[in-house]
């Protein structure tokens, strides 16, 4: 059964307790004036002193109680049917409370499998977008990887910059900050271009360290955690040790005071900050620097 047909079924009951209780209404009136009409009779017996005529009112008298009788007894079947509808609506309305609630637990179900399935394609999506990212990125770093192709023997292999940074850093700043520079003409030694599958990896940035003529330390709260970026700087710090000055550092997304806590040496130098430059504006600094300095 439906909700609106339940509510139909209701209605139709409603109209027929009203039409019963106005016919009942009616019934009421004719029992009162039947009752009257009664009193009327045995006030005519009280006065009448002919017996004749006090019987014939005697019977006129039981006639009209007979009458309110029958009109009571139709009276009371009434009441009945009234009872018997009222009780058919009220389980009609405890039947309507359910069906009511069926709904909206069905219509709950449905848009909770909608809000899954929405979820759903949101995460689809978002895993769409991250391999389209990670894809972008390889394909990102082959384009530079070939324009920075050397065909000659690897150990001769020199480059201009070295480029120490934390991984965490690589998508916010680095990537494309390599690839700037990359753009202005200078050689990079990047860690994503030169550490392939197999090498070793301190032998290959001691080799980068050694043969690149300045070293670009990118310095944030990741830099200062990880061991391999700090050893790069001390390898920088040895070769500064020997009069040469080959450390650029660059602040990323760190305060001065950060800086002093890690190394007040490093501190003092000369920095580019990225809040303060743009990518493209640091990449023109280094290589203006670098090409400057070059024979």
């Known amino acids: 059964m439906s909700i609106q047909s339940t509510t139909n079924q209701i209605a139709s009951i409603d109209r027929d307790i009203y039409n019963a209780e106005q016919q009942l209404a009616t019934v009421d009136k004719s029992i009162l004036s039947k009752q009257k009409e009664a009193t009327a009779i045995l006030e005519k017996i009280q006065r009448e002193k002919d017996i004749k005529r006090a019987i014939g009112y005697q019977k006129d008298y039981s006639r009209k109680q007979e009458e309110i009788s029958r009109i009571e007894k139709d009276k009371s079947t009434k009441n009945k049917a009234i009872a018997d509808k009222k009780k058919k609506r009220s389980d009609l309305m405890l039947t309507l409370l359910k069906e009511e609630k069926a709904e909206r637990d069905k219509t709950n179900k449905q848009q909770q499998v909608e809000r899954d399935k929405a979820k759903k394609e ?21 384009s530079i990887q070939a324009v920075q192709n050397i065909h000659h023997n690897e150990d001769d292999k020199t480059y201009d910059v070295f480029v120490s940074h934390a991984s965490e850093d690589k998508i916010s700043f680095v990537a494309p900050f390599v690839e700037a520079l990359i ?3 200078l050689k990079v030694w990047y860690d994503d271009l030169e550490l392939k599958v197999g090498y070793s990896l301190r032998r290959n ?17 990741f830099f200062f955690q990880k061991e391999w970026p700090q050893k790069e700087l001390d390898g920088l710090f040895a070769r500064e040790s ?11 997304e760190i305060s001065k005071n950060e800086v002093l806590r890690f190394s007040p040496i490093i501190a003092d130098l000369v920095a580019l900050n990225t809040s303060i430059f743009t990518i493209d504006e640091i990449a023109t600094k280094i290589a203006d620097r670098v090409l400057g300095n070059n024979p």
């Open 242 to 252: 020997d009069g040469e000055k080959v450390i650029l550092p660059i602040w990323h």
């Open 183 to 185: 753009a202005k003409g």
């Open 122 to 142: 949101q995460k689809e999506l978002l895993t769409i977008q991250q391999q389209i990212t990670r894809e972008m990125e390889r394909q990102r770093v082959m």
């Open 205 to 221: 940035i001691d080799k980068g360290l050694s043969n690149s003529t300045f070293g670009i330390v990118v310095l944030s709260k």
